[in-house]
């Protein structure tokens, strides 16, 4: 029987992506569109109304709320956060 090398990540963010700084981009990603979406939820807008909100349209918000990051840039998601009235905080750690 032939043995099957299994390779280990530290993250989903780490095995789909082609390098640790595509990564680490997609991770930043989905934590702002994570919290973009709970602050959509918890005012409990329609899709619609998040989009007048977020001053985008409303198969961007669906987009969004989909989870459909390939869609989003990082500049595209802190001007919605800003379009809700949040600010982006950056902080650099070690690795």
């Known amino acids: 029987m032939k043995k099957v090398k299994t390779k280990t990540y530290s993250s989903v963010w780490d095995a789909i992506a082609e390098s640790p700084q595509e990564a680490a981009n997609l991770r930043l990603r989905a934590e702002l569109m994570e919290k973009i979406t709970a602050i959509i939820a918890k005012k409990g807008w329609t899709q619609l109304e998040a989009a007048g909100h977020c001053a985008i349209t409303q198969p ?36």
């Open 60 to 95: 961007r918000i669906n987009d969004l709320l989909r989870g459909r990051i390939s869609r989003f840039s990082l500049d595209s998601l802190v001007n919605i956060a800003s379009a809700l009235g949040r600010r982006v905080h950056v902080e650099l750690k070690a690795a």
